[in-house]
């Protein structure tokens, strides 16, 4: 699949008292880019919970802070599937401004049966779009 990208406005509420993201809200800037990638392949989180009783939840996460994101710049940030399981997927995430990289992560995600948070193989149709440019 390819890379996908998605613009982000860095709000006063993301930042600390120095106008600098605060380091965990990176997490979340992920966390959106992934949920808009799959919006964008035409899947909604709340219908795959509904119609195929599957979760997604981080289980891991490897981040490397390069350079700070400041408030109200427009940052870029990117998800990739990288490796693909039977129950879980690697997103290599990047988040630029312009040409500079500010922030680097890997983040694995686990399928979870909604019912017991048990794992459950990611339904095949969504592994077939997530593998397929």
Known sequence: MSIFQWPIRVYYEDTDVGGV??????????????????RNLGFEQDQL??????????????????????????????????????????????I???????????VRVACLNVNNMKPKAIPDFL???LTND
């Open 127 to 129: 592994l077939e779009t």
């Open 96 to 106: 630029t401004r312009g040409d500079d990289v500010l922030c680097k992560g890997n």
């Open 49 to 94: 919970i509904e119609e195929q009783q599957v979760i997604f939840v981080v289980r891991s996460v490897q981040i490397d802070y390069l350079k700070p994101a400041l408030f109200n710049e427009s940052i870029n940030v990117s998800a990739e599937v990288i490796v693909t399981k039977k129950a879980s997927l690697n997103f290599e995430q990047i």
């Open 21 to 38: 993201v605060y380091y965990a809200n990176y997490l979340n800037f992920f966390e959106r880019a992934r949920t808009e990638m799959l």
